[in-house]
């Protein structure tokens, strides 16, 4: 259980180093959601190109990736937020993967050493992933997590495909298009230097973008005002963060609907320059499942399979 971590894991320096100009953030912040018109096709529609089983433990995915190099999969954690997809220092050393350039990641009062580009061949139910990793040191999730992560499957994946979860039936389905099933909301997702936001209201209030984090196995972390963050925005997941201040129940409105008694982490400042805070699975996990359309700039809740009580507005109220 990775019971140390209020949001999964949060990689936080700045990565330094020959054309390292990017950052991974290890535990991904929701990006704010929006309702737009019409999904890019309707429901059944769409081709499923690739479809594989997921483990769901602690709020957290696990996937299993095959390599070349060993016979028994890799655990692999599933992370929209990370920039970049993530090897574990440990497993790129036993698979005897040659390491890219040293670079410098510079943690909350620490600075570690890492590597890019490692080039990997590996791949999930016959879908190749990204070729190139970032190699630094996971065992500070690993011990967190009480089992090995040899990697993270970050934000350049999510690039490349629409990635439909779903949390019913622990599968994940790589689609030809997005599709809609009844009942679905379909919320504006941004994409923003390699992070993917939404925007959200709390408890009635104003819009505010937040990261698309399914690598939080919690349910928000909030900024309930402006605060500017304590720390630059170019900054790379290599330590796990604090945890909140204190803890609130929520109300959270993602288009049209309402998420009733969500658990809320209070943050002082902005985790990530110029958002207020991110969301993770235990929201997203309330849902049957959610697409993530990056290509289309779509969040699609499929709400088909969750309890829905309709609120005194318009909305539709998830408990």
Not at 280 to 296: H, S, Y
Request: glycine share 10%.
């Amino acid at each position: 259980m990775c019971k140390v971590l209020p949001c999964g894991f949060v990689f936080t320096g700045a990565l330094r180093g020959p054309g390292a100009r990017f950052r991974a953030i290890c535990s991904s912040f929701i990006s704010a959601l929006f309702v737009v018109g019409c999904a890019r096709e309707a429901a059944g529609q769409s081709r499923v190109v690739s479809e594989f089983p997921v483990q769901f433990r602690d709020g957290l995915i696990w996937l299993d990736v095959k390599v070349p190099q060993s016979r028994q999969p890799l655990e692999f954690l599933l992370d929209s937020g990370a920039e970049v997809s993530v090897l574990n220092l440990r497993t790129a050393k036993r698979l005897h993967v040659r390491l890219g350039q040293p670079v410098a990641v510079e943690g909350v009062e620490t600075v570690s050493q890492g590597f890019w580009p490692q080039t990997l061949a590996a791949s999930i139910g016959g879908l190749e992933l990204p070729s190139e990793y970032l190699a630094v040191d996971l065992g500070q999730v690993s011990r967190a997590c009480r089992r090995a992560v040899d990697g993270l499957v970050g934000a350049d994946f999510f690039a490349r495909h629409v990635v439909r979860i779903d949390f019913a039936a622990r599968v994940v389905q790589v689609l030809e298009a997005a599709r809609l099933s009844p009942g679905s909301e379909i919320v504006r997702l941004e994409s923003r230097s390699g992070a993917m936001r939404i925007p959200i209201q709390v408890n009635d209030g104003a819009q505010q973008w937040v990261r698309l984090d399914t690598g939080c196995a919690t349910a928000l972390e909030w900024v309930p005002s402006a605060a500017p963050a304590d720390r630059p925005p170019n900054q790379i997941a290599v330590a796990l963060t604090g945890p909140s201040r204190s803890v609130i129940q929520t109300g959270v409105r993602l288009g049209k609907t309402e998420v009733a008694s969500v658990p809320t982490g209070l943050h002082a400042h902005e985790i990530f320059a110029g958002e207020s805070g991110l969301m993770g699975n235990g929201v997203l996990g309330r849902f049957a499942a959610v697409t993530i359309d990056v290509p289309g700039e779509h969040l699609i809740l499929d709400r088909s399979q969750v309890e829905a009580r309709p609120s005194p507005s318009t909305h539709t109220r998830y408990r």
